[in-house]
C-alpha cells in the first residue's frame, strides 16, 4: 500500500530556491562591497556608468537576477499543482530535479564559473521544469 502524498511538501523545494535567492543576495551584497573596498568607485552604483565592476562582482550580480527568471515558472508551476490537488511523485521529484539543477548551476556560478558546466546544470533544470509544467499540463486538461 503506497502512502499518500502530503501536498504541502511541494513547498519544501520552493524554500530551497527561496533560500538560494537569500544566499545568492547576500553573495551579491559581499562582492560589490569588496569591490568597492578594493577602490570600485560606489558612484557607479548610481547609475551603473563609469568603469565596470569586476568580473567576480559582475557574474554574481548576473546569478542574483538569474534567480527571478526561470524561477518564477518553477514557483508558479509549485503553486499551480499545489491548488489544483495535483501534487503528486512526479510532480515532487520534477520539483527537486529542478533545484537540484539550480543548486548546481548556482555552486558553478559562484565558484568556478565554467560556461559548459554551468550550463549543464541549466539544462538539466530546464528539462525538469519542463517536465514539471508538462505534469501540470495533463492535470489541467484532465479536469477540464
Known amino acids: ?19 538560494l535567492t537569500f544566499v545568492a543576495f547576500v553573495r551579491m551584497a559581499a562582492a560589490r562591497a569588496a569591490a568597492v573596498r578594493a577602490g ?6 548610481r547609475a551603473h556608468l563609469g568603469t565596470p565592476e569586476p568580473e567576480a562582482t559582475v557574474a554574481a ?34 520539483a527537486w530535479g529542478y533545484v537540484a539543477g539550480r ?15 554551468r550550463g549543464l546544470g541549466f539544462v538539466v533544470g530546464m528539462f525538469f521544469i519542463i517536465a514539471l509544467w508538462v505534469n501540470l499540463a495533463l492535470a489541467i486538461f484532465a479536469r477540464l
Open 103 to 117: 543548486v548546481v548551476q548556482s555552486l558553478v556560478h559562484l565558484t568556478a564559473n565554467n560556461p559548459a558546466h
Open 40 to 45: 570600485q568607485d560606489p558612484a557607479y552604483y
Open 61 to 94: 550580480v548576473r546569478h542574483y537576477g538569474n534567480l527571478f527568471e526561470l524561477p518564477v515558472l518553477f514557483y508558479t508551476g509549485c503553486l499551480t499543482a499545489f491548488v489544483l490537488g495535483a501534487v503528486s511523485g512526479w510532480t515532487l521529484l520534477f
Open 1 to 19: 500500500m503506497s502512502e499518500a502524498i502530503n501536498p504541502v511538501g511541494i513547498f519544501v523545494p520552493v524554500l530551497v530556491i527561496v533560500a
